[in-house]
Structures are given as C-alpha cells and as structure tokens.
Nanobody, 126 residues
Framework: QVHLVESGGGLVQAGGSLRLSCAAS????????MGWFRQTPGKEREFVAA????????DYADSVKGRFTISGDNAKNTVYLQMSSLKPEDTAVYSC???????????????????WGQGTQVTVFS
C-alpha cells in the first residue's frame, strides 16, 4: 500500500516562502514521478510541479515557474516543493501524488495519478 504524507503548509505573508514536504512509503519510487497539485473551493485541481525520480526531470506550471522549485531526497523517498515570492492567489490545499514515470508525457493531468496524499493548506495573506 502506497502512502503519501504532506507537511509544511501554513499561513504566510505575501512575498514570503514555505517548503512543503511529501514523504512516500510503501514501495520503491525510483520508477515513479511525483506531482504537486493545488485546489481551491469550487475549482478544479491545478497542476503545480512534477519531478521524475529516475532522471530528476522537472516540469512547472507557468504560474509558478521561477518562484517554486521541486526537489527530492531519494534516500528519504521525500519530495519537496520550495515556494518563494508567494502571492495570495497561491492560497490553496496542496497535495502530492505519484504516478508511474512512463506517464511523464501527461504529468500535468491529475487524472493519471495513482496515489494521493491528504493535502496541506497554504494560506497567503497580503
């Protein structure tokens, strides 16, 4: 059974930074890609960033490119999302997800992911 646990959310002033963590357990994730998504009430889940374990390829939504960085610690099976220059519109529940790396071409689509964490709230105030 795959288990993903996010942490690191919270309340931050606009312009500030937060680092989210996603700890994965239950299998070897070298053949997987990890994605971060966010969702606000009444809206669809939005792709934020993704990282493929095997070659450390990354992908970012245009809205966060240059401000957010996805990284990973293979030894800890943990993926991070460093968020900087935060804006009020970044406020959302952030969730991590895992999918087999062979699906990388569609990594921005939430529908392809097999496993999800419970989410962590990020609130940015101005």
């Amino acid at each position: 059974q795959v288990h993903l646990v996010e942490s690191g959310g919270g309340l931050v002033q606009a312009g500030g930074s937060l680092r989210l963590s996603c700890a994965a357990s239950g299998r070897t994730f070298s053949a997987y890609a990890m994605g971060w998504f966010r969702q606000t009430p009444g809206k669809e889940r939005e792709f934020v960033a993704a990282r493929r374990w095997i070659d450390e390829s990354t992908d970012y939504a245009d809205s966060v490119k240059g401000r957010f960085t996805i990284s990973g610690d293979n030894a800890k099976n943990t993926v991070y999302l460093q968020m900087s220059s935060l804006k009020p519109e970044d406020t959302a529940v952030y969730s991590c997800a895992a999918v087999e790396a062979t699906a990388w071409a569609n990594v921005r689509s939430a529908m392809i992911y097999d496993y999800w964490g419970q989410g962590t709230q990020v609130t940015v105030f101005s």
